[in-house]
C-alpha cells in the first residue's frame, strides 16, 4: 500500500512493515498502527502513524545517546508483546523537538518497546522513577553538517 | 465517586481480582499495596499524564525539523 507521510514523502509499504500497538499511545489512544521509518544517515527515525498522515513522532536508538540507560521490560509487558528472546527487541524513544536542535530532549520514561519478530510494540511507561520524560541528547554527540 | 472509609491494613475488593490495602499512613502520606492480574497496567496518575503531554508536545513535528534532522549526523 502507498502511505503518504506527514512529511510529504510517498511510500510504498507492506502489511509486515507496519506495527501494532494494541493500546495505541498514551494520549493517541485510537491510534493503533505505525511505520518506524529510518532517516538515511542519521541515528533518527520517524514513527508515522498509518492512518493519520499528520501524526509522526521523531524517534531515535535511546542506547546511542544514553550510553547507561537500563530497564527491565516487566513480565506483563514481555508476554503482551509476546517476546521471547532479548534479540526480538528493539527499543526507540520518542523525542521533543527544542531550539536549537541539539537541546532536543528524549522520553526515557516511556520507551517504545518494539518486538521485531512480532510487530508488536508499546510505549511502556516505567515505574521504577529512574527516569523522566526529558533527557537532553549530549550536545556533543550530533553535530551540524555543513550546507 | 463511592468513598470509602479504611483503617491500617484494612482492603477493598474491586470486582474478582483487585486488592488495596492501606499498609500505612505517614502524615499526608498513604502507602497502599496493590494486588491485581498482571495484565492491568497501574500507573501513578501524574506520571501518566505526563508522558501523555510530552507525547502530544512531540507530536508537533514539523516538515522543517524533519529536514533539518537530516542534516545532522552521528559522530
Known amino acids: 500500500m502507498i502511505l503518504h507521510t506527514k512529511f510529504e514523502e510517498i511510500i510504498e509499504i507492506c502489511e509486515e512493515d507496519i506495527l ?11 491510534e493503533k498502527h505505525f511505520v518506524l521509518l529510518p532517516m538515511e544517515g542519521t541515528p533518527f527515525s520517524t514513527l508515522q502513524s498509518v492512518s493519520t498522515k499528520e501524526l509522526a513522532f521523531f524517534t531515535t536508538n535511546p542506547f546511542l545517546f544514553f550510553k547507561d540507560y537500563d530497564f527491565e521490560l516487566i513480565e506483563s509487558v514481555q508476554k503482551q508483546l509476546k517476546i521471547e528472546e532479548e ?15 541539539e537541546k532536543s530532549t528524549g522520553n526515557l520514561q516511556a520507551p517504545v518497546v518494539i518486538n521485531v519478530k512480532e510487530n508488536l510494540a508499546k510505549q511502556v511507561v516505567l515505574t521504577d522513577n529512574k527516569y523522566r520524560t526529558r533527557h537532553v541528547l549530549l550536545e556533543t554527540s550530533i553535530v551540524g553538517q555543513e550546507g | 465517586m463511592l468513598v470509602l472509609t479504611r483503617k491500617l491494613q484494612e482492603v477493598i475488593k474491586i470486582g474478582e481480582d483487585i486488592e488495596l490495602t492501606v499498609l500505612s499512613i505517614d502524615g499526608d502520606q498513604v502507602k497502599l499495596g496493590i494486588s491485581a492480574p498482571k495484565q492491568i497496567e497501574i500507573h501513578r496518575k501524574e506520571v501518566f499524564l505526563s508522558i501523555q503531554q510530552e507525547n502530544s508536545q512531540a507530536a508537533s513535528t514539523s516538515i522543517n525539523t524533519f529536514q533539518a534532522l537530516k ?5
Open chain 1, 87 to 101: 534479540s526480538d527487541v528493539l527499543v526507540q524513544v520518542i523525542l521533543t523537538i527544542q531550539e536549537p536542535l
Open chain 2, 71 to 75: 542534516k545532522l549526523k552521528n559522530t
Open chain 1, 20 to 30: 501494532r500497538f494494541e493500546q495505541g499511545l498514551p494520549g493517541f489512544e485510537d
